[in-house]
């Protein structure tokens, strides 16, 4: 039987798409000496990099059944697959082909260029000191920007390494003082290199908005002179609108032939950056442009293809500097670092952790519970969720249906008693249930549909209308001309007219938009973690489906508890925890290597 009708046949059971059937049917063409292999290869290369793979490692299949659900197909042996792909006209060890085959990895071209284009950026910018700097003036500002306590000296090490390098990656949990820094950086190099054209950007319009909120905030709060503070800037945007991303075309308006107008580019939320956006991004930075790329290392990933942020971390744990730059954050940010035995790669200088929360102290049942997740401590996590730590608990899992109604009732009736739209948006905020998956008794379309129920039968409010007071909604997609983005979060409110807006924050206040103008949107009582990325609130109901799934991971849990301010509330059983602790996102991707220097 031909790879291709087993293919036909994983299509009609939904464990590949159309998508790659026809791409693999496509490359079976192009190889007529070897295309059972091919067709395979490139039918597992499509899937993959659909799932978040970058690549497909034929080390990690040869030679095993590919779906549980059709034993009869099994990926060749390593030696004789990798000579099939050797002999096809549609693989080549450059981007001259659909597919490239690098070393025991097989990639879709495009993503093969995106990935060695990045990494060979982020090499060159990590390789050298940025020049001009004057560390006698650097380490003044830092001290009066960020002070001269212990617990700083990770923020203080990130400002002068962001003034030092050309290139850094500063990698932070929540209440970590991420922003601080990177206002402190803006500060720093504004005082070294004035005037300074700086752009900021997110993955998301939500995350472009909060980044330019809480830049704004921070900046009064620091001790700059006027001129200071009028040069930092007020505004962010999305990485898209920064590139000039245009409908139905792959090449954005800024690009390497087209670079940027900006001296410093800072991007916030890099976990949730994918390999084809940033590296699109980095090809459109000038050569003497510095890049800051600011984000939390452990969270979920982006949705696209990559785990590009944690491949450009390296390895966990704190940061192993060069003799050189240790000397340099003593000289500049009254730091001391820890030396290391071997040799590192120029990386090394460019990356740095902020290890310090200002939210979670030593007491803290979310700080206790995150740290036991990260570490992959599935008995310490169980430990942390029984011995009573103050904001954190863990309930079985039970009906839905009654256990919202005792566990939502006094919020719900809270929601809508809310005297203005403002209130109500304030009060939607406190709590937020999070969802691992969409889809199921447990995911995120039923909760919705349980809870809108719950608010016909207690507050007899018709949520069987498409609009109704008190409903909440996210955008699902973005709209520049109203200003909303996907993300972002609003309640259906009466104005003062009495006519029904939906109602959102923004940075001068709540602004109203009449329904029949908003765009592609959904109600939004539960969410996603993914979505929820970026977001916080002062309570958390985190509900894991009972059956297992992909997607319960670690660096979900993680995700999910650490979007809490005070309270955490997990509904699932120990052994789901277990499961999911024990979990970590794996996505294969030759950028660490070619980053870290194990590959070119």
């Not at 960020?146 to 617990?151: K, P, V, Y």
């Not at 809870?451 to 039968?457: A, D, G, K, P, T």
Request: glycine letters at 8%; one cysteine or more.
């Amino acid at each position: 039987m031909s790879a291709l009708t087993v293919l036909r046949r994983a299509l009609a059971l939904g464990l590949i798409r159309e998508l790659d059937y026809h791409f693999a049917a496509l490359i079976a063409e192009l190889s007529e000496e070897s295309p059972e292999g091919v067709a395979l290869a490139a039918a597992l290369v499509s899937r993959q990099t659909g799932a978040g793979d970058v690549c497909v490692r034929l080390d990690a299949w040869a030679g095993r059944v590919v779906f549980d659900a059709l034993p009869e197909l099994s990926a060749p042996p390593l030696a004789a697959w990798r000579a099939m792909l050797q002999a096809s006209p549609a693989v080549s060890d450059t981007a001259t082909a659909p597919l490239v085959l690098d070393g025991d990895a097989v990639y879709l071209a495009r993503y093969w260029t995106f990935e060695t284009r990045l990494a060979a950026a982020l090499r060159e910018r990590a390789a050298s000191w940025a020049a001009g700097v004057e560390r006698a003036r650097l380490a003044a500002g830092v001290r009066r920007l960020l002070g001269e306590a212990a617990h700083a000296a990770d923020q203080r090490s990130a400002a002068a390494l962001a003034v030092l390098r050309r290139l850094a990656v500063i990698s932070g949990g929540p209440g970590t003082g991420k922003t601080r820094t990177v206002a402190a950086i803006l500060a720093l190099l504004l005082d070294q290199h004035p005037p300074l054209r700086i752009a900021l950007a997110a993955p998301t319009g939500k995350a472009a908005a909060r980044l330019a909120e809480s830049i704004q905030a921070v900046k009064r709060e620091l001790p700059l002179d006027p001129a200071q503070q009028a040069a930092l800037p007020e505004s962010a945007q999305t990485l898209h609108r920064l590139l000039g991303s245009r409908p139905g075309r792959s090449q954005p308006r800024h690009h390497a032939g087209n670079p940027l107008h900006v001296d410093l580019l800072v991007i916030d939320e890099a976990s949730m950056v994918d390999l084809p956006l940033l590296a699109r991004a980095v090809d459109a930075l000038p050569a003497h442009a510095r890049l800051v790329l600011l984000g939390d290392r452990d969270q979920l990933a982006s949705v696209e293809a990559g785990a590009v942020l944690a491949d450009i971390c390296g390895e966990p744990g704190a940061p192993r500097y060069s003799a050189d730059m240790r000397a340099a954050l003593r000289e500049t940010a009254d730091a001391e670092h820890e030396a290391h035995g071997p040799a590192m790669p120029p990386m090394a200088d460019s990356i740095a952790l902020l290890r310090h929360s200002y939210r979670f102290t030593a007491g803290s049942g979310i700080g206790a519970l995150a740290q036991a997740i990260n570490a992959g401590d599935a008995a310490a996590v169980q430990a942390v969720l029984a011995a009573g730590w103050p904001g954190v608990r863990r309930v079985s899992p039970a009906a839905l249906a009654p256990r919202l109604d005792e566990r939502l009732g006094a919020a719900l009736d809270a929601l809508f008693a809310a005297a203005t739209p403002g209130e109500a948006l304030a009060r939607l905020g406190r709590l937020r249930i999070l969802c691992a998956v969409r889809e199921g008794p447990f995911g995120v379309r039923e909760l919705n549909a349980l809870i809108e129920r719950l608010v016909r039968r207690r507050l007899s409010v018709d949520t069987r209308k498409p609009w109704y007071k008190g409903r909440p909604v996210m955008v699902q997609d973005n709209d520049y001309a109203l200003g909303l983005f996907n993300g972002d979060v609003g309640i259906a409110w009466p104005d003062a007219a009495d006519e029904l807006k939906v109602f959102f924050e923004s940075g001068d206040g709540l602004r109203a938009v009449h329904p029949g103008r908003m765009p592609a949107h959904e109600t939004v009582y539960a969410m996603t973690v993914h979505k929820s990325q970026g977001s916080e609130f002062d309570e958390v109901l985190l509900i894991l489906p009972r059956q297992d799934a992909p997607v319960l991971t670690r660096e979900l849990l993680y995700t999910a508890i650490t979007r809490a301010r005070q309270d955490v509330e997990i509904w699932a059983d120990a052994h789901t925890i277990d499961t999911a602790v024990a979990r970590r996102v794996r996505r294969a991707s030759g950028l660490y290597a070619r980053v870290w220097g194990a590959r070119a």
